[in-house]
């Protein structure tokens, strides 16, 4: 019974301190994810503002390109 007892006093302690650890690093993975979001995020928002005031995307239309090449496919 003697083991037993020595044996379920350090499983608990390895559980505890994996919960330590758990509770350290847990915050810091979260802080990496929301800091990569917010970064996606302004690189997205860049992006949608480039487009937007650039003119050649202004005139592209692609489902009415789709649509003449497809008219062309069936004419020749």
């Known amino acids: 019974m003697g083991k ?16 330590v650890e758990a509770a350290v690093v847990f915050p810091m993975v979260l802080f990496c994810v929301c ?24 005139d592209f239309h692609p489902a009415e390109e789709f649509r003449r090449l497809e008219l062309l496919e069936e004419l020749f």
């Open 4 to 19: 037993q007892n020595k044996s379920t006093a350090g499983s608990i302690r390895l559980r505890g301190s994996l919960t």
């Open 35 to 58: 800091l990569m979001m917010k970064r996606g995020i302004a690189l997205y928002s860049c992006t949608v503002q480039l487009i937007n005031s650039s003119e050649i995307w202004r």
